[in-house]
């Protein structure tokens, strides 16, 4: 099992800032992507942004220019770093990891593992 846990949501003022951090444990796992998804009440679960080993970056339309995100490998944890925070920013962000567990030495099946999310509320 790959667990993922967020941090760093809270409340902000229109225009401020938050950083996001992910940090993946469990057993044995190899983590190819890790990325970031975000949901509203009564909406799908949408990306926000992804990364991959290398290092390459996809942001959704909406948060370019504003969010970056960022990949330490070695300690297998994702970062979004989210600028000039607007309302409809408003959700609750996931983070995901595309993984494999790792169990006698061989790499099985990959699949995606989520988080158990962390509010963050964009608010005057």
């Known amino acids: 099992q790959v667990q993922l846990v967020e941090s760093g949501g809270g409340l902000v003022q229109p225009g401020g800032s938050l950083t996001l951090s992910c940090a993946a444990s469990?057993?044995?796992?190899?983590?190819?992507?890790m990325a970031w998804y975000r949901q509203v009440p009564g909406q799908q679960r949408a990306l926000v942004a992804n990364?991959?080993?290398?290092?390459?970056?996809n942001y959704v339309d909406s948060v370019k220019g504003r969010f970056t995100i960022s990949r330490d490998i070695g300690k297998h944890m994702v970062f979004l770093q989210m600028n000039d925070l607007k309302p409809d920013d408003t959700a609750v962000y996931y983070c995901?990891?595309?993984?494999?567990?790792?169990?006698?030495?061989?790499?099985?099946?990959?699949?995606?593992?989520w988080g158990q999310g962390t509010q963050v509320t964009v608010s005057s």
């Open positions: 995901n990891a595309w993984a494999s567990l790792v169990k006698g030495g061989q790499a099985q099946s990959p699949g995606h593992y």
């Open positions: 990364i991959d080993n290398g290092g390459k970056a």
């Open positions: 469990g057993g044995l796992f190899s983590i190819y992507t």
